[in-house]
Structure formats: structure tokens, C-alpha cells
């Protein structure tokens, strides 16, 4: 069973508009949520995280909104840039010492100009 | 510059061969990762490590060993029992006293023929 989906494979929009991209989950010990980005071949960088005490965190262009009774989680992009492009994986975690975290199937974003 | 290096980026194995990834973090990370990403798949957790000369078993061990002789190097043996290795690895480490947030490397492509 997948604790953490990304129902939606791949997402495209334009540049200057605004990408959401949703995650689900389904463990409710997890406290913790983080979004990578990764660019084919290479590793994924961290993005934005949020903590399960809060429901929103804002950086830049980027912000992440949770809903806890949901256990639904979005990141938002404003505006979207064709440098955006790239696949973005949503993870979580209890956040219990050294605990791996989970990640999503990810959701490939395309921003064209 | 601090970070973790992935050696070889591109490996070629034939059938019935072990082959070993090389995984180094200059961090000073206690817990170190193995992913495998496959096409639509996301991040899947291998091995992991908290502590040097301990390390732990994710969803898809099947297939692989790992060692954690010192806290630097935590390298990844995919044997000949993996029934599809062909794929990208990637390593991760963090701080067990952090947030949760994993540091990746640059990857590996494996590719057996």
C-alpha cells in the first residue's frame, strides 16, 4: 500500500500561471512533509517542507499548504517558470531520528513560455 | 565543498554478475540511504543506516547487501538475486538530530545486459 500518492503523473501550464501540485497520505503518524525537485539524471534537491503544526510555509515563488484532516498536501508555484520543469516528489515522515522518508510516485511538471 | 558523491554514474553488468556502488558523504551525517528510482516508480527505499555497523532493511532489500564499516561510506552491492537491477540509485544522508530533510547524490545508472 502506498502511504504517500501523487495521483496525477504529469501536470502542464503555462508560464506566468500558477502549478499545483497535490500529494495524499495516508499514515497518520507522519509530521513531516518535504517536496523535491529532480532533473533527469541527477538527485533531487529539496524544495520546501512544511511541519504537521503548521498549514501553510511560504518561500518565494514556492508555498506549501496542508490539510491535516485531509491528509492532503499541495505545493503551489507563482508564477511558473520553464525552469520549473521537472519531476516533483512529495515526501513524509514521522520524523523519528534517522527515519527514511516516503515518497510519492511524483508528478512531472511542464511550464512552456 | 561538502556533499556526497555517487561512484560510477554509469555502470553496464552482465547477467549473473554482482556489482558494488560507491556512496561517500562528507557531511557528518549519521544516517545514511539507498533509493531506486524506476520509470513512474518514485524513490524506493533499499537499505538505510542510522549508526555506523547498523543498518536496516526498506521495502525492496531483496537482492542487495549493504555495509557500514564507517560513518562516510555506506556502499550498496546489487547481486546476481536482483531480479531487475537495471535502474537509477541514488544515495541520501541526513542528521539524525536535523529536520528529516535527506541530502542526495548525483545517482548511479545501472544497466545490465
Sequence with gaps: DQQ????SPSLSVQEGRIS?????YTNSMFDYFLWYKKYPAEGPTFLISISSIKDKNEDGRFTVFLNKSAKHLSLH???SQPGDSAVYFCAATDNQAGTALIFGKGTTLSVSS | DGGITQSPKYLFRKEGQNVTLSCE????HDAMYWYRQDPGQGLRLIYYSQIVNDF???DIAEGYSVSREKKESFPLTVTSAQK??????????SSTSGTG???FGEGSRLTVL
Aim: aromatic share 10%; net charge neutral; with cysteine.
Design chain 1, 20 to 24: 499545483i501540485l497535490n500529494c495524499d
Design chain 2, 56 to 58: 536496516q532493511k526498506g
Design chain 2, 84 to 93: 531487475n537491477p537495471t535502474a537509477f540509485y541514488l544515495c541520501a544522508s
Design chain 1, 4 to 7: 504517500v500518492k501523487q495521483n
Design chain 1, 77 to 79: 508555484i507563482v508564477p
Design chain 2, 25 to 28: 558523504q562528507n557531511l557528518n
Design chain 2, 101 to 103: 530533510e535527506l541530502f
